[in-house]
């Protein structure tokens, strides 16, 4: 069993789970810059995937501009059985891109 340490280094699935601010984006991409390769992207709800609601200049709609996202997972908020079957169907891109190396 090893220590749990919550780093990026350590971690291959970001789950974007809210609207994303234009000073947040940077910190955001340095985050799945630092994580190993391979590296997946779920995100999680409108606000994540579109901005949602709030259309304004401080606010980035969608966090496809600053990170490659898999998997969206609909829902304002998603229900648990939406994050389980997103989770699931990137489970299975993961290994449908297994089978072709």
């Given at each position: ?26 910190e955001?991409?340095k985050?799945?810059d ?12 409108v ?6 609601m ?6 980035i709609?969608g966090?496809?501009?600053?990170v490659p996202?898999d998997?969206y ?11 389980m079957?997103?989770?699931l169907?990137?489970?299975?891109k993961v ?6 190396k």
């Amino acid at each position: 069993m090893e220590v749990f340490r919550a780093s990026p280094q350590q971690s291959y699935l970001m789950i974007d789970t809210g609207r994303v601010a234009q000073k947040m984006a940077p910190e955001l991409r340095k985050v799945y810059d630092q994580m190993p390769e391979p590296k997946w992207v779920i995100s999680m709800g409108v606000c994540a995937s579109q901005g949602g609601m709030f259309n304004n200049y401080g606010m980035i709609q969608g966090v496809d501009p600053i990170v490659p996202v898999d998997i969206y997972v609909p829902g304002c908020p998603p229900r648990p059985e939406m994050l389980m079957y997103g989770i699931l169907r990137l489970h299975a891109k993961v290994e449908r891109e297994a089978r072709l190396k």
